[in-house]
C-alpha cells in the first residue's frame, strides 16, 4: 500500500527544507523521477509519488493560511482548501438555479440567473431584483443561447419560467405527513419544470451540469416517493443507470437507482397478466388474512413475492398491508381458527380424499405418501387423474395405465407422477406436463437400453430415428438434441412413437427403466470402411470428420458425423459393432 | 531501429525519431495515413490501405475494416474463404508500415512501440502485441493514445502546461486523459473511456437515420447483408464528410442501374446523435473526478483523433467544457507522433534525456472473494479490488484473504478487471489456484500481490503464509497465449500471402479506385468511367512505364474532377 509520510517526513525525502513552495516540490521530484528507474523499483517510485503528493497539499495548507494571516483577500481555490465546508452559495455562485431546496427558505443570495433562460421584457420584478444584486457574480456564464423549451413556454407562467427549479421544489414539498402523491395537474407542471431544467443541463457546461444532476439527485431523493413520476426521465437524461453496481456509485445516485428499479417492478406486477399479480393484490389488502380468502393465491407466488421484493426491492415492502404479509407468513398455521373449526376441516380433507379414492377406482390406494400434497396447497384439479393417464398413454401406449406402472416398477411410477405434479403446479399446461415426461421416459429408455446388449440395436435405431426427426429443424437443433437428449418442439412420426412406447414397456417390465448409472465416457476405434461411407455421406474431410468424432468440431458437423456414423454402423456387421455403438 | 506505429481503428500511420523530432513516414502511395482495411482479391493477392479501402465498394464480402474493434475477442471475419482473426489483419497492416519504414529509410524496424486506446482492456493489449509479434516486431511497449497526444502535444515547447484534458474519439473508441506537464514530466493524471464509441458509431446513426427515406421501396432489402451493411456505411461516411464542412448534406446510394438520393441536414443528425453525444460526457466526469479537478481548472482541451473533426462533436465538446478546444495538434498525426517519441524514450535517445513521463491504470483490478453478511449468508463473486483505477503506473500492490471453510484445501483466485461491484459485471482476465494446510476457516491466509507495469500488463503473485509457498503469474503469458509453435505457424500462414510489387502498388491502388468510381455512377458516366479502366488496363499490359505513369496521370485527373462533382 501508498506508505503514509509526515510532511515534514515527505520534504525529507524529496531532500527539501520546511517551507519549500509548489515549484521548488516539482523541481525537487522532477528531479529525483529523473534519476530513478520506475519500471526496476516500483515501490521507490509509489514513495516518491506519495511524497510528493503530501507535500504538494501542505504546501498549499500553508500558503492559504499564511494569505488568511496576513489579511489579504484570498483567492478562491485557497479559500475552499482553508475553510472546511464552504457555503453551497458560493461554490454554485454561477448556476442559475442556486437557490437552497426548501420553498420556505429566503430567497438565495448571489444567485444569478442563467442569462440564456431568462426572458427579457416580461421578468417579474423580484427576480430582476436578483439579476442586479451586487454580489452576483458578473458575467460569471457565457451565454449557451437560450434552451429551445422556454419558447414554447406559455408566457404567462411567469414563475415557473423563471424559476423551474423553486417551482418543482415547491410542488414537490408537502405540507402533510406523509406526503400524499401529486395530482395530475401538479405532476404535469412538475414535470414541465423538470424538462425546462433539463434542457438547461444538456446546453450546461460539465460543472453546471454536475450541479444541476446534484441538486436534482437531493432533491428527487429528499420528496420521495412524491417525486416518484420524475425518476425515471431524471434517471434517463443523467444516465444515473449506468453507475448502477459500479465500485464508484455515488451514495445519493445508488438511493435513486433502487427506487427506480422498484418503481419499474410494482409497475409491471401492477399490470393483471404479471404471475405475481395476484399476490401483490392479496397482500396490499388491509388485515388479516381470512382462510377461505386465501384458497384464489397460492403461496408458493406469494412467498416468491415477497422474497424477491425483500431481496431487490426492499422499499417496495412499504406499499404493503404488514398485517397481512404477517399473517401469510405464519407458517401453515391455524390458530385463528377454533379448535373445533380446525377438526372439522380436517375432516373434510378427509372426506375429499375418500370421495376422490373412490370415484376413480381407487387408483390412489398404493401411492406414496411421501408424494402426498400438503393440505394447506391449492386443491387438485379434478381432472388431475385423467391428465396423468394421458401422460402415461403418451410414454407407454394407450393400454396402460399409472396402475400399471406402479406394480412393474414403483420408482419410476413415483418419479413419473411427481415429475406431472410438479410441471403442472409450476405453471405448465396438461400437454406441457405430458411433454415432460415422455422425454423423461425416453432418456431413462436411451441411457439404460444402450448398456443392455439385447435392447442396444432398438435403441440406436430410435435415437438415428430422432436425431433424423431433429435435423429437420436445422444443425442446431440437432447439437441441442445430442447434447440434452430432449427432441423439444419436434413431433416424430407415428411409427417412431409406437415403438418407442413398445420398448418403453419392455424395459418397464423388465425392470430397466432406473435411474441411469452416469456412464464413463467410452471409445473405440472406428474402422476406415465406416470413415470412408461418413465422409462420403457428409461430404466432410477427413480432419472434419475426426474431429467431430472426438466432439471437437462446429455443432453442424458433429451432428452430421454422428448421423452418418450410426447410419452406417447399423448397417454394418463387423466385430467392433457393439462396441462402437457402445458410444453413442 | 525503433518505430512508433498509431494502429487505429480507421487509419494507422507510422513514425520514426529521427534528429531529435518525430517524423510521419509516407506509405508508398506518398501518404501519410494508411487506411486500416484488408482486401484478398479473387486473384490471391492481398491488398493492404487505399486500395483495400476502394474495394470495399466492389468486393465487400472480401474486404474487412473496422477490425480493431475486433481486437481480443474470438471473432473471425471470412477473407478469401479463410477465417481471419483482427490480430491477424492488424498484422498485416502492420506489415505494410514497416515496408513502408523500410522503402522511406533504408532498414527494416525490428522493434516497436504501439498505441492502444487507454481503456483497452488486458485482452485487447494482449492481442495487439501478438500482431506486433506476427508481423515480425518485437513489441518494446503499448502506449496509451490519449498518453502518446499528450507527449506530442506537451513537448511542441519547453513550457509547463497546466492540466490539460486530451480528448480523443477515433474511429472505434473514445479515451479521456488528463495531463500535466512540468519540469519535463509528463503526467498523465487520470483517464477514462470507453470503448465501444467512435466515428463507427455516428455512421451507423446516420446509416440508421437514412435508410428508411432513401430506400422507401425497399431495393436494399434484396441485397445480401454485408453488401448493403457496406453501401449504407460508405454513403453515411460520405454524407458526414460533407456535413463537416456545410449544413446541407446527400446521402446516396447506388443499386445496380438507380440512383437513391436523400438530403439530410445537419440538424437531423445531431438530434438522431444526442445519446452518442451523451455519451462522450460520462468518461470525462469520470476522469475529472478521479483526479479531483474542476473543469474551470483545466487548461487547454485537446482534440485528437478523425472523429473530433465533426462539428456535432466539437459543439458538444464546447458546450461540456464552456470554452472552445486547442486544435494545435494534427488529429490524426498526434498519436503517431508521440508513439514515436515513446520510441525515442525506449532508445534512450539523448535529445529526450530530460523528459520524463508518468501513465496510470486506468481501471481498476482485483480478484473476486465471498463476503458473510450479518445473518451468517454467503455472497459469492464480491469484487475485491487490489490496484484502485488511476494509480500510477508501475505500480505493486498486495492484498490479503483467507479462507471460508474450515479445512479448505485450496484457494481459488479468479483475477478481474472492472468496475463492477460483482464480478459477473468485470472482465476475467485469469485464475490461480493455492493449496492451503488445513485449518480453521479463516486461519490460513494468502497474500495476493499485484504488480502492473508501464505497458500495462498485469503480473499476479501469491503467497500462502502459513507454508510460504508462492504461485505466479504473468497474465500475458497465461494460458490463452498461443505457443511459439502456434505463433510461427500464424506467421507462416500470414507469409504465404501475395502482395502485388511495392511498385505497382499506386497502380493497383488507382484501379482500384476506378472501379470504386465504376460502382458509384450509373448511365453515360459509368460507360466513360469503363472506358477509361480498359484504357488504363492496356496501358498496364504493354509494361511499358513511361505509358503506365502518364495514363496513370491522366486517369488520376479524371477520376479526381468525377469525384468533385459526384454527390458521394
Same mark, same amino acid.
Given at each position: ?47 516518491? $509519488? !506519495?511524497? *510528493? ?5 501542505? %504546501?498549499? /495548507? #500553508?500558503? @492559504?493560511?499564511?494569505?488568511?494571516? =496576513? ?117 404535469? $407542471? !412538475?414535470? *414541465? ?5 433539463? %434542457?438547461? /443541463? #444538456?446546453? @450546461?457546461?460539465?460543472?453546471?451540469? =454536475? ?374 | ?568
Amino acid at each position: 500500500m501508498t506508505p503514509y509520510l509526515s510532511p515534514s517526513a515527505a520534504l525529507r525525502l524529496l531532500g527539501l527544507k520546511a517551507g519549500a513552495d509548489t515549484p521548488a516540490i516539482r523541481k525537487a521530484y522532477a528531479a529525483k523521477l529523473k534519476a530513478l528507474d520506475v519500471d526496476a523499483d516500483p515501490e521507490a517510485y509509489a514513495r516518491l $509519488r !506519495a511524497a *510528493r503528493d503530501i507535500a504538494l497539499r501542505s %504546501a498549499k /495548507a #500553508a500558503a @492559504a493560511q499564511a494569505d488568511a494571516a =496576513g489579511d489579504a483577500p484570498a483567492t478562491a481555490i485557497e479559500d475552499d482548501a482553508q475553510q472546511p465546508a464552504p457555503e453551497p452559495q458560493e461554490t454554485c455562485g454561477a448556476w442559475a438555479y442556486a437557490a437552497p431546496l426548501l420553498p420556505h427558505d429566503p430567497p438565495a443570495q448571489g444567485s444569478a440567473i442563467l442569462a440564456g433562460s431568462l426572458p427579457p421584457a416580461d421578468a417579474a420584478p423580484e427576480p430582476q431584483a436578483e439579476l442586479t444584486a451586487p454580489d452576483a457574480p458578473p458575467g460569471a456564464r457565457e451565454a449557451t443561447g437560450g434552451p429551445p423549451v422556454l419558447a414554447s413556454a406559455a408566457p404567462t407562467d411567469v414563475t415557473l419560467l423563471q424559476r423551474p427549479d423553486r417551482e418543482l421544489a415547491r410542488l414537490l414539498h408537502s405540507e402533510e405527513d406523509p406526503a400524499p402523491a401529486m395530482d395530475d395537474a401538479e405532476e404535469a $407542471r !412538475a414535470l *414541465r419544470c423538470l424538462r425546462m431544467m433539463l %434542457a438547461d /443541463a #444538456a446546453q @450546461a457546461d460539465l460543472s453546471l451540469h =454536475g450541479q444541476i444532476e446534484d441538486w436534482l439527485a437531493d432533491l428527487l431523493a429528499g420528496t420521495w416517493p412524491r417525486s416518484a413520476p420524475l425518476l425515471e426521465e431524471t434517471a434517463a437524461a443523467f444516465g444515473w443507470e449506468s453507475e448502477r453496481g459500479q465500485l464508484g456509485e455515488r451514495p445519493s445516485i445508488a438511493w435513486l437507482n433502487t427506487r427506480l428499479r422498484g418503481l419499474r417492478f410494482q409497475q409491471k406486477v401492477e399490470l393483471p397478466d404479471h404471475p405475481l399479480h395476484k399476490a401483490w393484490v392479496e397482500l396490499q389488502r388491509a388485515g388479516w388474512s381470512k382462510w377461505y380468502q386465501r384458497v384464489g393465491t397460492s403461496r408458493k407466488r406469494i412467498n416468491e413475492l415477497l422474497a424477491g421484493i425483500r431481496r431487490h426491492f426492499p422499499e417496495l415492502e412499504g406499499h404493503l398491508d404488514q398485517q397481512r404479509v404477517s399473517s401469510w407468513e405464519q407458517k401453515p398455521d391455524y390458530s385463528i381458527l377454533t379448535f373445533p373449526l380446525r377438526l372439522l376441516g380436517v375432516g373434510l380433507i378427509l372426506c375429499a380424499q375418500y370421495y376422490f379414492s373412490w370415484s376413480h377406482n381407487g387408483d390412489r390406494n398404493t401411492q406414496n405418501p411421501l408424494l402426498e400434497p400438503p393440505a394447506y396447497q391449492a386443491p387438485i384439479d379434478p381432472k388431475y387423474n385423467e391428465q396423468l393417464a394421458m401422460a402415461v398413454h403418451a410414454a407407454f401406449g394407450p393400454d396402460k395405465t399409472i396402475q400399471w406402472l406402479r406394480e412393474k416398477q414403483i420408482s419410476v411410477a413415483s418419479a413419473f407422477e411427481a415429475r406431472f405434479r410438479s410441471e403442472l403446479s409450476n405453471g405448465a399446461t396438461p400437454e406441457k406436463a405430458t411433454q415432460s415426461t415422455t422425454d423423461f421416459i425416453r432418456r431413462r429408455v436411451f441411457l439404460n437400453g444402450r448398456k443392455d446388449a439385447q435392447l442396444l440395436e432398438q435403441d440406436l435405431q430410435l435415437h438415428l430415428a430422432r436425431i433424423d426427426a431433429v435435423s429437420r429443424k436445422g444443425p442446431e437443433a440437432c447439437a441441442g438434441y445430442l447434447k440434452s437428449l430432449d427432441i423439444g418442439q419436434v413431433t416424430l412420426s407415428d411409427e417412431v412413437l409406437r415403438k418407442e412406447q413398445a420398448l418403453a414397456v419392455r424395459m418397464a417390465e423388465t425392470g430397466k427403466l432406473d435411474t441411469p448409472q452416469p456412464s464413463k465416457p467410452t471409445s473405440a476405434s472406428v474402422p476406415g470402411k465406416l470413415v470412408g461411407e461418413v465422409m462420403e455421406a457428409t461430404g466432410l474431410p477427413q480432419k472434419t470428420v475426426a474431429a467431430a468424432m472426438s466432439h471437437k468440431a462446429g455443432p453442424a458437423e458433429e451432428c452430421a458425423v454422428t448421423r452418418a456414423l450410426l447410419r452406417a454402423t447399423l448397417d454394418w456387421k463387423g466385430p467392433e459393432r457393439g462396441a462402437i455403438l457402445q458410444t453413442f | 531501429m525503433i518505430v512508433g506505429i498509431d494502429l487505429g481503428t480507421t487509419n494507422s500511420a507510422v513514425a520514426v525519431w529521427q534528429d531529435g523530432v518525430p517524423h510521419l513516414v509516407p506509405n508508398a502511395l506518398g501518404e501519410l495515413l494508411t487506411p486500416s482495411a484488408i482486401s484478398m482479391s479473387r486473384d490471391g493477392a492481398t491488398l493492404v490501405g487505399a486500395a483495400a479501402l476502394d474495394r470495399m465498394a466492389t468486393d465487400p464480402a472480401n474486404t474487412a475494416i473496422s477490425f480493431k474493434r475486433n481486437m481480443g475477442n474470438d471473432r473471425e471475419v471470412l477473407l478469401a474463404r479463410k477465417e481471419w482473426r483482427a490480430e491477424d489483419l492488424s498484422a498485416l497492416v502492420l506489415r505494410s508500415l514497416c515496408d513502408d519504414v523500410e522503402a522511406h529509410t533504408g532498414s527494416r524496424p525490428t522493434e516497436a512501440v504501439i498505441t492502444v486506446p487507454a481503456y483497452f482492456n488486458d485482452r485487447q493489449r494482449k492481442a495487439t502485441r501478438r500482431a506486433g509479434e506476427l508481423a515480425g516486431l518485437e513489441v518494446r511497449r503499448l502506449i496509451n493514445e490519449p498518453t502518446a497526444a499528450a507527449l506530442a502535444f506537451g513537448l511542441q515547447d519547453q513550457e509547463d502546461r497546466e492540466p490539460f484534458l486530451v480528448f480523443d474519439l477515433g474511429g472505434g473508441t473514445f479515451d479521456v486523459s488528463i495531463v500535466e506537464k512540468f519540469e519535463g514530466v509528463v503526467e498523465v493524471r487520470a483517464s477514462a473511456g470507453d470503448n465501444r464509441l467512435g466515428g463507427d458509431d455516428f455512421n451507423e446513426v446516420l446509416a440508421a437515420l437514412m435508410k428508411p427515406l432513401v430506400d422507401p421501396e425497399g431495393l436494399l432489402a434484396k441485397l445480401d447483408a454485408p453488401r448493403r451493411e457496406a453501401m449504407l456505411l460508405r454513403a453515411a461516411e460520405a454524407a458526414r464528410r460533407q456535413l463537416s464542412t456545410a449544413d446541407n448534406a446527400t446521402f446516396a446510394v447506388t443499386i445496380d442501374d438507380r440512383r437513391l438520393e436523400a438530403p439530410v441536414t445537419a440538424d437531423a443528425f445531431e438530434r438522431a446523435c444526442e445519446a452518442l453525444l451523451r455519451r462522450l460526457r460520462e468518461p470525462v466526469v469520470r476522469a475529472l473526478r478521479d483526479c479531483a479537478f474542476e473543469v474551470s481548472e483545466l487548461g487547454d482541451i485537446v482534440l485528437v483523433g478523425g472523429a473530433t473533426r465533426m462539428p456535432v462533436v466539437r459543439k458538444a465538446i464546447t458546450r461540456m467544457f464552456g470554452r472552445f478546444p486547442n486544435s494545435t495538434v494534427h488529429p490524426d498525426h498526434a498519436v503517431a507522433l508521440g508513439a514515436a517519441i515513446q520510441a525515442g524514450l525506449a532508445a534512450r535517445d539523448a535529445a529526450l534525456e530530460e523528459i520524463r513521463i508518468s501513465d496510470v491504470c486506468p481501471f481498476t483490478l482485483g480478484v473476486d472473494t465471498i463476503e458473510r453478511d450479518q445473518f451468517g449468508g454467503y455472497h459469492h463473486g464480491v469484487f475485491s479490488p487490489i490496484i484502485d483505477r488511476n494509480t500510477p503506473v508501475p505500480i505493486s500492490r498486495m492484498g490479503n484473504y483467507r479462507t471460508v471453510q474450515d479445512n479448505q484445501k485450496e484457494i481459488l483466485f479468479n483475477i478481474y478487471q472492472g468496475e463492477a461491484r460483482e464480478v459477473s459485471g468485470n472482465i476475467l482476465l485469469g485464475s490461480i489456484k493455492v493449496p492451503v494446510p488445513p485449518r480453521p476457516a479463516g486461519e490460513a491466509t494468502a497474500d495476493v500481490r499485484f504488480t502492473y507495469d508501464s505497458s500495462g500488463l498485469l503480473e499476479v503473485d501469491v503467497t500462502v503464509n502459513q507454508t510460504g509457498l508462492t504461485r505466479n503469474i504473468v497474465i500475458v503469458d497465461e494460458a490463452d497465449r498461443p505457443s511459439e509453435k502456434e505463433i510461427a505457424a500464424r506467421r507462416a500462414e500470414l507469409a504465404k500471402l501475395k502482395f502485388h510489387p511495392r511498385e505497382e502498388a499506386e497502380n493497383v491502388a488507382l484501379m482500384a479506385r476506378a472501379e470504386r468510381a465504376y460502382e458509384d455512377f450509373i448511365g453515360d458516366e459509368r460507360r466513360i468511367v469503363g472506358q477509361w479502366i480498359t484504357d488504363f488496363a492496356g496501358a498496364l499490359e504493354s509494361q511499358d512505364h513511361r505509358r503506365i505513369a502518364e495514363a496513370r496521370q491522366v486517369l488520376t485527373e479524371r477520376l479526381d474532377t468525377i469525384d468533385a462533382s459526384a454527390p458521394l
